[in-house]
């Protein structure tokens, strides 16, 4: 009987799965049960070592009506038996928000979910579902060792400074700081750096997450220096459906003089915002990029605009730039927003070489280009399947 670790990454309306025999090789199986509580409900999907989509035939059918609470159990019921010889040793989980202390995986235990329920009022939309599918999986096997890996830790490496909001600092030490995000996948980037850049990894390095979540994060010696999400992942970049930084007298007056609730308020920045609305048609960047609609076209600008913009700051931030990495699906696909972000950033040194960015190749700057440009795929399980083997093993 062979042992593999099970990664569980929860969302609002999707759950992204793994089963790892080696963590440090391609997953067993990887698949994601999509559109939970929308549209028409719950699809899952999934692939199998050598990548090929396991047949529908296979896969357990989802009721329409199911939310969470039903998919966990019955997702868990057919990974157990989806190999013979196999058996699920531990779990490892994402987990969005680790507070000011926990800067690095954790065994779960019964205090650090006490720890963890703490903070569902930082991560409102993210931290219940992430600790909903811990008890689900002790509920499920209990006894099963189980890991928390959080998006916050990798960024508790940036000094004070970097952290601090300019508010009274009674607010600071009640924790209203800049905690960042997206910090899984950049520790999977920061270790894959070496190969790509050999010394210049420990150097000044941009790495631009670009996903319907989108954050940016400076590294100095592969560290975190700073990163564009604060306190919340609204914070920085335009997103798919976010609307990014904002002038914060915007949320005033649109209480204030439209009368909105911070309940209405909340759905125009995270649902109906970002690519989205600018576009008023869609946050799909493939959608966007064939589209003729000036209005598409707009929102694909000012996207590279503002992320430009946010990634000559951090530059500032760590007082120089050698290398940018592109990663997650705009980043790792798009070279047209590629393009038309570094097109900004020529006076701090950056060219592309346009050929290998149309080839969404894994080096794209210009033999002439001072700084490294690369494109590398992230990959958050992988990240979290590794720490989880290295807690609970032996
Ligand atoms: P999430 O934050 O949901 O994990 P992803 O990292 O999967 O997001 O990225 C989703 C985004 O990637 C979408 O905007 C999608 O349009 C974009 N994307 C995926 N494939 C391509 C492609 N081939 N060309 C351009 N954009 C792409």
Redesign the pocket.
């Known amino acids: 009987m062979s042992d593999t670790v099970l990664v569980l990454n929860v969302g609002s309306s999707s759950i992204k799965f793994a089963l790892y025999g080696d963590p440090a090789a391609r997953p067993l199986l990887r698949g994601k049960i999509a559109g939970i509580g929308i549209g028409a409900g719950p699809v899952l999907s999934a692939r199998d070592e050598a990548g090929n989509v396991v047949p529908a035939d296979e896969i357990p059918a989802q009721d329409p009506a199911a939310g969470h609470d039903a998919l966990i159990p019955s997702l868990l019921t057919w990974l157990a038996g989806y190999q013979r010889g196999t058996r699920i040793v531990a779990a490892g989980h994402r987990v969005v928000h680790g507070g000011r202390d926990l800067a690095g995986p954790q065994m779960v235990s019964d205090a650090l979910l006490a720890e963890l329920d703490a903070l569902v009022p930082l991560a409102p939309l993210h931290q219940p579902h992430n600790l909903a599918a811990i008890r689900a999986v002790s509920a499920f096997m209990p006894g099963l060792p189980q890991v928390a890996c959080f998006d916050t830790s990798f960024h508790r490496t940036q000094d004070r400074l970097a952290q601090l909001f300019a508010l009274p600092r009674a607010l600071t030490d009640a924790g209203i700081i800049r905690y960042g995000f997206h910090g899984l996948s950049y520790e999977y980037v920061a270790s894959a750096l070496p190969v790509h850049l050999g010394g210049r990894a420990e150097g000044r390095v941009l790495v631009a997450h ?4 989108a954050s940016v994060c400076a590294m100095r010696a592969r560290q975190s220096v700073a990163t564009s999400m604060g306190f919340t992942a609204l914070d920085g970049l335009m997103m ?1 459906r976010r609307c990014g930084a904002i002038d914060p007298g915007v949320l005033l007056h649109l209480m204030e003089g439209h009368g909105m609730t911070a309940a209405e308020v909340a759905h125009l920045l995270y649902e109906e915002s970002g ?1 989205f609305g600018v576009s008023g048609l869609t ?5 966007l ?1 064939a589209s003729t609609a000036p209005e598409a076209q707009e929102a694909l600008a000012l996207f590279a605009y503002r992320a430009a913009c946010e990634m000559a700051s951090l530059a500032a931030a760590m007082e120089g730039l050698d290398a940018i990495v592109f990663t ?3 980043g ?3 070279a047209l ?1 590629r393009d038309a972000i570094c097109a900004r950033l020529g006076w701090l040194g950056v060219a592309l070489n346009k050929d290998a960015n149309a080839a969404n190749a894994a080096r794209i700057s210009a033999a002439s280009s001072r700084v490294d440009v690369l494109v590398l795929p992230t990959d958050e399980e992988g990240v979290i399947a590794r720490a989880t083997r290295a807690l609970t093993s032996g």
């Open positions: 670009l996903g319907n979540g798919g690519l946050n799909d960047v493939r959608v990029e997650a699906g705009i790792e696909n798009s927003v």
